[in-house]
């Protein structure tokens, strides 16, 4: 089969011919290329209404010419996410050469579109992946038939917030080779041990934020500083947030394979960080070579490919695009439905969860009681290891903060009446604590809705006293004892649902903080029902019980801004 591809998503104007039966991929692109500052959405269309029927007359020609004049057996275009002006423009090229060769049309989701090419050139089976690019930045597994979203940006995308600081500067789009070239002239012109930039760094769960950190960089230059210097330590922060989301999904999924895809990924440093996580985790990572990073019309026709043999195709009539169309809207035809990204990474005994295991930042060591101790009583010593990703002073920093912060807010959680391990020893400048042995498995590897329901008490309680836990995940409650039935109805104060409380503990506070806003508490819950979404079999059960346990406890002003959080992921 051979498959042509048109992407116009919204600045490179590109067609490609993918031939099954080679592997071999054809691209013709001519990008957009402003005279100054960003993307202008009119000139953008204006740039793809010429340049679309030149790069697929270019491919259209070549085809011919080596295959004859049935040389394409079906069309592929940018369905969405982008700019509608500029779909528009694809989509309407695309219905008539599909019409005009009586051939088979396929709609593609650009985003799913850029993991897909990564999956094809790795050969990888089930791997997370990190789209880094100008409008998106977001973590992707396949689950229950859909890829999930594991984490997003909650504002810009990465290419954007890089963008804004160039803008600022008075750099011409694109920015990013911009910044990457003045970070690699000031990271050789750099003292050893020159301090980076103290600029905001953002992870909430496996979801980040970009806003503030473009903001404090365009301060930093207003006020005078070097701009190589802001470059250099932008990258630093940026990356190494990327970096730590996709190992944090890497620790939740138990998945142990990594693709990159997306214009920033052409970044030799963000490609450098991500392969240095991987290989220090025994995972294997993949970035498709530059020509199917930036946006190209070959990762369009590869997916089209794959969706034609499995007969996802869609009349002319029902081909309309969607500027807002999200990875995880589509339906996906071409996979083993029953395949997941979710596994038991852990091999957890049920009569005690005694294996050492290493999550996302720290190594879990179980160990014997103290001498003195009547021996009863295990403890669990955890050391967060040093990113060797990571920029040295970043690292420290992160380390030495989240140990203090751990030992200090797992201790005032339990005082507020959440069920949290004691904390016996911390050593600060090890970053490594010694804490109590808790429950017999993580709530991970027995989703019920009686563990949910008991978290959403925990995280209620949590938040009237104040305190935001940051990474609420599966990974990051542990329960003990049998499942059994359902828990007894009445309540907080009902029997059964107290001894579910009792027997469901969360641990892991390093991402935890004080906060009494609103906006903090919702975050919390969305970072616990995104990780309930990637991983369960029937993830609106769970998150019905988890949201009516909040309610119980909690105020009901956090669940409404929940629903606005929500609405706030990429193209909702």
């Not at 597994?141 to 290419?159: F, N, Q, W």
């Not at 940026?238 to 970096?243: G, H, R, S």
């Not at 999924?253 to 990159?260: H, I, K, Q, S, Y």
């Not at 103290?370 to 970043?394: I, Q, T």
Request: net charge negative.
């Amino acid at each position: 089969m051979r498959v042509l591809g048109i992407e116009g998503t919204a600045w490179c104007a590109s067609a490609a011919l993918y031939d099954t039966e080679t592997d071999s991929v054809l691209i013709e692109s001519d990008p957009y290329e402003p005279d100054s500052g960003g993307i202008h959405p009119r000139e953008a269309a204006e740039h793809m209404s010429e340049a679309i029927p030149e790069v697929v007359d270019a491919v259209l020609t070549a085809a011919e010419g080596e295959h004859g004049p049935n040389a394409v057996d079906a069309v592929a275009f940018s369905k969405g996410p982008g700019l509608g002006p500029c779909l528009r423009i694809v989509g309407t090229a695309a219905r008539a050469l599909a019409g005009t060769l009586d051939v088979p049309l396929i709609g593609v989701n650009h985003m799913v579109a850029h993991l897909e090419i990564g999956r094809h050139r790795s050969g990888f089976e089930n791997p997370v992946c990190l789209n880094a690019s100008g409008a998106n930045a977001h973590l992707l597994g396949y689950h229950d038939g859909r890829y999930r979203v594991l984490g997003e940006t909650m504002d810009a995308g990465v290419g954007n917030a890089i963008d804004k600081f160039t803008r600022h500067v008075g750099w011409d789009h694109p920015g990013g080779p911009k910044v990457e070239a003045a970070a690699a002239e000031a990271a050789a012109d750099r003292e050893p041990d020159a301090e980076l930039l103290d600029l905001p760094y953002v992870v909430k769960g496996m979801d980040f934020s970009f806003s503030g950190i473009s903001s404090a960089a365009n301060d930093a230059f207003d006020d005078g500083v070097p701009v190589g210097e802001i470059c250099f330590s932008l990258q630093e922060h940026v990356f190494a947030m990327l970096t730590e989301v996709a190992e944090r999904a890497l620790s939740l999924t138990g998945a142990d394979e990594l693709v990159l895809g997306g214009g920033v990924a052409q970044n030799d440093r963000l490609r450098e960080m991500l392969a240095a996580m991987c290989a220090a985790r025994g995972a294997d990572f993949h970035a498709p070579e530059p020509r199917f990073l930036r946006d190209n019309a070959g990762m369009i026709a590869v997916l089209g490919a794959e969706m034609a043999a499995a007969g996802d195709t869609i009349p002319i009539a029902e081909s309309a695009i969607d500027p807002n169309f999200r990875p995880d809207q589509v339906p996906v035809t071409w996979r083993d439905g029953d395949a997941s990204i979710a596994r038991d990474r852990w091999d957890e005994k049920r009569d005690g969860g005694d294996a050492d295991r290493r999550g996302a930042e720290a190594t879990v060591e179980v160990v014997a009681a103290a001498d003195g101790d009547d021996g009863s009583e295990r403890r669990v010593v955890k050391r967060r290891v040093p990113k060797g990703y990571r920029h040295p002073e970043l690292d420290r920093t992160l380390r030495r903060d989240r140990t203090v912060a751990e030992a200090r807010l797992t201790s005032e959680a339990r005082r507020a009446g959440v069920p949290t391990p004691l904390v016996y020893d911390v050593d600060v400048g090890a970053a490594t604590l010694t804490l109590q042995h808790v429950g017999d498995r993580d709530l991970a590897a027995d989703l019920d809705v009686r563990w949910t329901a008991a978290l959403g008490h925990h995280l209620a309680r949590l938040h009237r006293e104040g305190i935001v836990h940051g990474d609420p995940t599966t990974r990051n409650a542990r329960i003990e004892g049998s499942t059994g039935g359902e828990s007894s109805a009445g309540g907080p104060d009902g029997r059964g649902a107290a001894e579910d409380d009792a027997r469901t503990t969360l641990i892991d506070f390093g991402l935890a903080y004080h906060s009494g806003h609103v906006e903090d508490h919702a975050m919390d819950l969305h970072v616990f029902e995104g990780s309930v979404r990637a991983t369960a079999t029937d993830p609106k059960r769970l998150i019905e019980a988890f949201e009516a346990g909040y309610a119980e406890v909690g105020d009901s002003a956090v669940l409404d801004r929940l629903r606005e959080v929500e609405g706030r992921g990429r193209y909702r």
